[in-house]
């Protein structure tokens, strides 16, 4: 079965400095892997996704995740953290892009000013 | 494009009364939609996946009949908790799946949600 585990319930970092969120997963096969970040009072808002290709994945708002197959991980990155950049993160893992998403219990961002 | 609504944003009902939540996939049309469950501070849990015209699937755990699922168009999905309870308090999140189309993604677009409180 697929599984996500997100090791770090909660992170605080200052504005400006780097950022990294860990995933890992469970899956026998290569996976459908998403990064996700749901802010309060808002929806959902896929980041980056990885199905194939290049492991190093560029996304949305200056983030980037890399697909390490060997360590079964995706791990989330941003040079630079801005203070709008507070909130929850959570990695997902999907047998296809056609399936359903399992989501990990995910990451709360903090950034101090 | 791709958004996804969802209303109300948030109720609150007695105990023992029923509430209907609607999805709607405002630009595109979603032969697959999904319900989730979020409980503060938690990850998402999904309850059930509904295909256009077909019965959902719910996940293990989840009871059918509590948790009513109808996906009779390409664009809305409903779900109604029926006789609903206070544990029933909870955000309701579903996404919505496109497929079809070359130029847009099979990705999942999710909903603002709906926090549902029953008093």
């Known amino acids: 079965a697929q599984s996500v585990t997100q090791p770090d319930i909660h992170i605080t970092v200052s504005e400006g400095a780097s950022l990294e969120l860990r995933c890992n997963y469970s899956?026998?096969?290569?996976?459908?892997l998403f990064w996700y970040v749901q802010s309060p009072g808002q929806g959902l808002q896929l980041l980056l996704k990885y199905f194939s290709g290049d492991t190093l994945v560029q996304g949305i708002k200056g983030f980037e995740a890399e697909f390490k197959r060997s360590q079964s991980s995706f791990n989330l990155r941003k040079p630079s953290v801005h203070w709008s950049d507070a909130a929850e993160y959570f990695c997902a893992v999907g047998k296809t892009s056609y399936d359903k998403v399992i989501f990990g219990p995910g990451t709360s961002l903090s950034v101090i000013p | 494009g791709a958004v996804v609504s969802q209303h109300p944003s948030w109720v609150i009902c007695k105990s023992g009364t029923s509430v209907k939540i609607e999805c709607r996939s405002l630009d595109f049309q979603a032969t697959t939609m999904f319900w989730y469950r979020q409980f503060p501070k938690q990850s998402l849990m999904l309850m059930a996946t509904?295909?256009?015209?077909?019965?959902?699937?719910?996940e293990q755990g989840v009871e059918k009949d509590k948790f009513l699922i109808n996906h009779a168009s390409l664009t809305l999905s409903t779900l109604t908790v029926t006789s609903a309870h206070p544990e029933d308090s909870s955000f309701y999140i579903c996404s919505a799946r496109f497929s079809g189309r070359a130029g847009l993604s099979h990705e999942q677009y999710f909903g603002p949600g709906t926090r549902l409180t029953v008093t």
């Open positions: 509904s295909n256009e015209g077909s019965k959902a699937t719910y």
């Open positions: 899956y026998g096969a290569t996976p459908y």
